[in-house]
């Protein structure tokens, strides 16, 4: 294994947003009866830190080839485009709109468990079709601009569906 592979490479999949997840599965776990530290127990303490190193490079390489944002993200910086997350937040206006629109909805019906289930399946399909979206951008068209676009609006998505985990868990309490 190679530390300079990027995670790719790592795991012997094209650097494409769409991935074979059931490759990336079982890939991951070849690599981790490789270098996982317990195989490495009675080894010298040098070969027992390589093996830790090398099980937190998979294990990091597999948490962000396995999430569509992180995956899009880690895509657009191995093209050499800078997100600029924390710094770049202007977004279209009709969008921010839609934006409160959900807030808005998710506050309205946090008394209500059915209501918050309701908006998490619209919500969740809204992210599918911009997740398309991102798909065609990244590995169709090469559209680095579009589809940091889009995954900023992901990241939104991301932020409202956990809003409404965190309402329904205090409604559980």
Do not use: C
């Amino acid at each position: 294994m190679n530390l300079n592979e990027n995670h790719f490479e790592l795991f012997g999949l094209p650097a494409r947003f769409a991935v074979d997840a059931a490759a990336l599965d079982a890939r991951y776990r070849e690599l981790q009866r490789e270098v996982h530290p317990d195989r490495f127990a009675a080894a010298s303490r040098a070969e027992q830190r390589v093996s830790m190193q090398l099980a937190t490079r998979v294990n990091e390489a597999y948490q962000t080839l396995k999430s569509p944002l992180r995956r899009a993200v880690y895509i657009l910086q191995l093209r050499g485009v800078d997100p600029k997350f924390e710094t770049d937040t202007a977004m279209p206006p009709e969008f921010l709109a839609e934006q409160m629109s959900w807030r808005e909805r998710i506050e309205a019906g946090s008394e209500k468990p059915e209501a918050l289930l309701r908006l998490r399946v619209g919500l969740r399909g809204e992210s599918g079709k911009l997740f398309e979206k991102l798909r065609h951008q990244l590995d169709d068209r090469h559209d680095d601009t579009a589809a940091l676009q889009t995954a900023r609006m992901l990241m939104f998505y991301e932020k409202l569906d956990e809003q409404i985990d965190d309402k329904l868990a205090e409604l559980e309490t």
